[in-house]
């Protein structure tokens, strides 16, 4: 598996606080799901906020986001768990794609819209680093369990204090779809410049409606669970959600854009 063309790439070796890094990041065995969700369309602009960029996908008075989930199970970087919070968008003054959402079909280095990372928590503290570091990826270290039975599943994001839940995504699934892998084009902040980061995306995907699935915010009054509440998700069901548990990635270096 790790020897196919797909991972046959020149790698570069970086320095972290915690470890030596070689990019891009190579992902050969991951399970996740991703919950798509239209948050009312204010809260997303309160979060991104100063930040230059602006929803892509709108629908009336709501805009699309992502809470996705990832157990990665052997990397280039060792074991971990991790869950993101990501903002469909574009750059103020970038035209909307002709295309519309279909646009993230296209290949993430030739595509508009992107993915801003609001949070990304993880389980270990090389992949802390490295990803603060490199990227200006908005991580920190806690707990994340994660639990994938066929259409079940059930994944939490502790608060690092140990003692209170920050979000909680569990039920089953509905009924779904084969469906294309999505590759993703992410954006964060690095030292006050905003940084575009291609990833790599190969492995079958299922598009299931929401099921049961329902997203918790727990008690926790840290910045993510606060975030997630501005987002108006509390209490909510995904539109849909999609399950891999064959996915593999390329993590790339990110590279400088300017804001239009």
Avoid at 13 to 31: C, E, N, Q
Avoid at 55 to 78: H, I, K, N, Q
Avoid at 89 to 103: C, F, I, K, M
């Amino acid at each position: 598996m790790k020897n196919r063309r797909f991972f046959r790439v020149p790698r570069t070796t970086h320095h972290t606080s915690a470890g030596l890094v070689d990019l891009p990041i190579l992902y050969f065995d991951v399970r996740t799901v991703v919950a798509f969700f239209d948050a009312p369309l204010a809260g997303v602009e309160q979060v991104l906020e100063g930040t230059h960029l602006v929803p892509a996908v709108v629908r009336g008075r709501r805009a699309a986001c992502a809470l996705a989930f990832y157990e990665y199970r052997d990397t280039s970087v060792g074991v971990y768990n991790e869950m993101g919070t990501a903002i469909l968008v574009l750059r103020e003054g970038e035209p909307r794609p002709a295309l519309g959402p279909l646009d993230l079909m296209r290949s993430p280095r030739a595509r508009r819209i992107g993915m801003y990372v609001v949070d990304l928590p993880v389980t270990t503290a090389l992949a802390n680093a490295a990803g603060r570091e490199l990227w200006g990826y908005p991580k920190f270290v806690t707990e994340i369990p994660f639990e994938l039975r066929g259409r079940h599943f059930d994944s939490s994001v502790m608060d690092p204090d140990g003692q209170r839940r920050i979000l909680r995504l569990r039920g089953d699934a509905g009924r779904g779809i084969v469906g294309p892998p999505l590759s993703l084009s992410t954006y964060t902040f690095l030292d006050g410049a905003l940084i575009r980061t291609p990833v790599d995306v190969r492995g079958p995907i299922r598009i299931h409606s929401s099921g049961s699935l329902r997203l918790e915010i727990g008690a926790s009054d840290h910045p993510m669970a606060q975030r997630l509440r501005t987002l108006g998700l509390a209490e909510t069901a995904p539109s849909f959600v999609t399950i891999s548990d064959r996915f593999q990635s390329k993590l790339h270096a990110g590279t400088r854009v300017e804001a239009l």
